[in-house]
Each structure stands twice: as C-alpha cells, then as structure tokens.
C-alpha cells in the first residue's frame, strides 16, 4: 500500500512541475509577442511570482528549462528575456 501511495505522489509531483513549466512558458511567450520580442528578466520575475507565490530560484528553473524549447533565450547578465521566433512576421 505505501508503494501505491508513493507512485501516486510522485505522479502528482511530476503533473504539477510539468503545469508550472507550462504556464510559465505560456506567460513568458505571450508577453514575448505583446512586447515585441524583448522583455526585462527581473520584471518578468516579479509579476512571476506575483501570479504563482513561486520563488525566484524556482521560476528561474523553470524559466531555464522553458527556455530550452527554443522560443526564447534568457540573458541574465543584461536582464533581458529576447524571442527567437519573429514576433513581428512581416510579408515581404
């Protein structure tokens, strides 16, 4: 029975880590397109962790990880989040 319980929490676990990256991902790519491509790093934590009660170390985790899907990249050093994806499709 404890090994029941135990498949069941880390199931949890795991379907809440994988929502967090999602609606952080959805956050950050939404506000990617609505700013143009560029966003500051340490507002976009701010209103992060206004929206989720999450630490900073934890959404920059989760950032980083978003981040390796390809859709953008993160430059701590200047504290800019950029796209990569054109936000501005311009038909030639």
């Known amino acids: 029975m404890r090994v029941l319980f135990c498949c ?10 994988e929502e967090r990256i999602r609606k952080v991902t959805s956050f950050v ?3 990617l397109h609505k700013s143009n491509g560029k966003l500051w790093l340490a507002k976009t934590l701010a209103l992060l962790q206004y929206e989720t009660g999450l630490t900073k170390e934890k ?3 989760y950032l980083t990880i978003a981040a390796d899907t390809g859709y ?3 430059d ?3 504290d800019v989040i950029t ?8 038909d030639e």
């Open 59 to 61: 959404l920059m985790e």
């Open 29 to 31: 790519l939404s506000h």
């Open 76 to 78: 701590v050093e200047n």
């Open 83 to 90: 796209s990569i994806v054109n936000t501005n499709s311009e």
């Open 8 to 17: 069941r929490q880390a199931m949890k676990t795991s379907q809440l880590f």
């Open 72 to 74: 953008f990249v993160i």
